[in-house]
């Protein structure tokens, strides 16, 4: 969950680190630092607690030596408090050697006995330092970089990207990694190194993702990849397919706020030739044949966080279309309980970045039980994508404020093309039905368009209630994972308590919640469905109202049923079943942003969070 860049050329180094560690702070922020090799062959470095913007003044007010060659890296804590001696990089064999490094080391406890015991002094409680030592001790022995990461990447244990850059190899980087993630970029005369490719894409859309325990050996004008071992090996090449002004702010008051005016072409890029001629065109899933989906017995949805929400939003229409059942799990919780799995049930990852960690490994877990696995994703290279079987690709375009928006709603799209396609294949969809469905599909753009209008208002509740301690979320059907989805996103960026219920649970318990003033938004679908839902919830809110609750509505335009209950309606425009939760999420997103910033807290870098979370 750090971030990490490295660049070696025949620019001045300093300038393209800190920008690359611009791109990648919403993977950690609670310090950062770089190092530079310069033409003498000194090692300057600078390191600090606090944003990067701590680092940026203390480099403006006290410049380091300028060198072509340079490695930096924002941190998200793991092992030992965000202050100066933890921040990265390490330093090893007397200063020469600065290391950096992503992820945790899990067997730092018996290494650093090991090198404690050998009298070695150690500066900060990380793991990261144990690494760069012994890096340093091997590089006393080898003078070789290359040599000495092969002497210890193999000892380590757990999820590492480590680079390093020596005083006396002033023209190489040395990385390697295990279960996080590493790409290249290649530049003509220059190349960069990246956690993803935000940290270079202004430079170049050249990328190479490195393969699980590889070590790469980078120069101005070379790369070379290798096993742990020494076996010549080669990452997976790809260009990137958005360009830098695509993950910047504009004039945006936070990257939350344009995530969120970005929900409608989220999905209208996932969706884009996809759903053509009234019907789901998926070759992304041409490597798995139409007689494997025929023969699935089962559907199984695994992610974390907002990706998880989106799954259980997801798995209704998922189930109905394609007559399978489907579940959907926590990826953390799910491989502790030993599953049942086998070659019939079809494993579906969702995850905005591509590499987290419990997701990764809930997806090993699973393809070593013999089940074949979709990834959908949002970033090309990423570790859970290229370990899948297949992808489908969201094209949300680069989130970078730490809570998820754009890539919720998108998510949700690749899952009801996964649906239609699955229903398509077995026939359990008729080809009118799937038209029909294709139809609204494509009309869900615009409404999202429609539905931001209300954002004003929005702001205005957010703004009159910022002092609120808690505020509830109830939801039918897809509106349940919407409520909990709601209540997340006021957790993470306003700091105050929210919970989401299903409707129908209230009276099983949440309702001893509710006191006079108590606020609670209540998603409720469209009288015109026939499933009797909209009469239940309408019946929980009288419940609520009664015993004093301020009940805010998300509804469609002109349900006045609801008007008698409600102390604000939100007005949705009218979409069928399975797409209301397209349209109810984005109210929700939008009150969380801006209670945030009535906060006046930091919307993009929630505290103690980091987007990627790249450790179990
Ligand atoms: C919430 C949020 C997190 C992520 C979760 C999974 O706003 O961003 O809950 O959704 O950490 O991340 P990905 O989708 O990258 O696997």
């Known amino acids: 969950m750090c971030g990490i ?5 025949d620019r001045l180094s300093q300038d393209i680190l800190l920008g690359g560690l611009g791109r990648l702070e919403y993977r950690g922020y609670d310090s950062a630092g770089i190092a530079v090799v310069d033409a003498e062959g000194a090692l300057h470095h600078r390191k600090r607690a606090g944003k990067l913007q701590v680092l940026r003044d203390d480099l403006q007010a006290h410049p380091l030596a300028d060198g072509n060659i340079g490695i930096g890296h924002t941190r998200w804590a793991t092992h030992g408090a965000p202050n100066d001696e933890n921040a990265h990089p390490h330093l090893a064999d007397g200063g020469n050697l600065a290391v950096i490094h992503n992820g945790i080391i899990e067997n730092f406890a018996e290494l650093r006995e090991e090198l404690l015991d050998a009298g070695v002094e150690l500066l900060s409680e990380t793991d990261t ?3 760069a030592q012994l890096i340093g001790r091997e590089y006393a022995r080898t003078q070789d970089l290359e040599q000495a990461f092969r002497a ?7 999820a590492f990207t480590l680079l390093a850059v020596h005083a006396n190899q002033p023209d190489v980087i040395v990385g390697a990694r295990l279960n996080s993630p590493l790409v290249i970029g290649l530049g003509e005369g220059e190349n960069f190194l990246g956690s993803d490719v935000a940290a270079f894409v202004e430079h170049t859309p050249r990328a190479i993702a490195v393969g699980q325990a590889q070590v790469v050996v980078v120069r101005k004008d070379s790369v070379e990849i290798t096993t742990f071992d020494g076996q ?5 090449a790809f260009e990137v397919d958005w360009d830098a002004s695509a993950a910047e702010k504009g004039g945006w008051s936070s990257f939350m706020a344009k995530e969120i005016a970005e929900d409608p072409e989220a999905v209208e890029n996932t969706i884009r030739g996809r759903i053509a001629e009234g019907t789901v065109h998926l070759p992304d899933l041409e490597s798995l044949s139409e007689e494997y989906f025929r023969d699935i017995d089962r559907i199984l949805l695994i992610a974390c966080g907002t990706a998880y929400y989106s799954g259980l939003t997801g798995a209704y229409a998922l189930e109905q279309w394609s007559r399978i059942p489907v579940s959907v799990e926590l990826a953390h919780e799910f491989r502790y309980r030993d599953p049942v799995i086998d070659d019939r049930t079809l494993v579906v990852s969702l995850s905005q970045s591509g590499e987290t960690m419990d997701t990764l490994m809930a997806v090993r877990y699973v393809r070593e039980a013999g089940a074949k696995t979709i990834s959908i994703c949002n970033t090309q290279g990423a570790t859970i994508p290229r370990e899948s079987d297949a992808v489908v690709y969201t094209y949300a375009g680069p989130e970078v404020a730490v809570a ?10 690749a899952i009801y093309l996964l649906g239609l396609h699955v229903a398509k294949v077995r026939g359990t969809l008729a080809d009118e039905a799937i038209a029909e469905i294709a139809e609204e599909f494509q009309a869900i753009p615009d409404k999202l368009r429609e539905a931001l ?5 929005i702001a205005t509740l957010a703004n009159w209630m910022s002092d609120t301690r808690s505020v509830l979320f109830l939801g039918r059907h897809t509106g349940y994972p919407i409520a909990l989805e709601g209540a997340l996103k006021l957790k993470e960026i306003a700091y105050i308590h929210a919970e989401g219920f299903a409707a129908g649970e209230l009276k099983h318990g949440p309702i001893a919640l509710i006191e006079p003033g108590q606020p609670v938004f209540v998603l409720v679908p469209s009288p015109r469905h026939e499933d009797g839902l909209h009469a239940k919830i309408v019946s929980n809110i009288e419940e609520i109202r009664a015993r004093g609750a301020r009940v805010l509505t998300v509804a469609e335009a002109g349900d006045a049923s609801v008007l008698p209950y409600s102390d604000e309606v939100f007005a949705m425009p009218p979409t069928s079943k399975f797409f209301e939760p397209f349209l109810r999420v984005v109210p929700l997103q939008i009150f969380a942003l801006e209670l945030s910033t ?3 807290l930091d919307v993009d870098q929630p505290r103690n969070l980091a987007k990627s979370v790249t450790v179990e």
């Open 404 to 413: 998820s928006t754009k890539a919720f709603v998108a998510q949700i799209a």
């Open 5 to 9: 860049v490295g660049y070696v050329g």
């Open 232 to 236: 010549p090996a080669e990452g997976e």
């Open 129 to 131: 330092e144990v690494a």
């Open 598 to 600: 009535a906060k006046g």
């Open 152 to 158: 210890v990447v193999t000892r380590l244990e757990g």
């Open 453 to 457: 209008e209300e954002h004003e208002r």
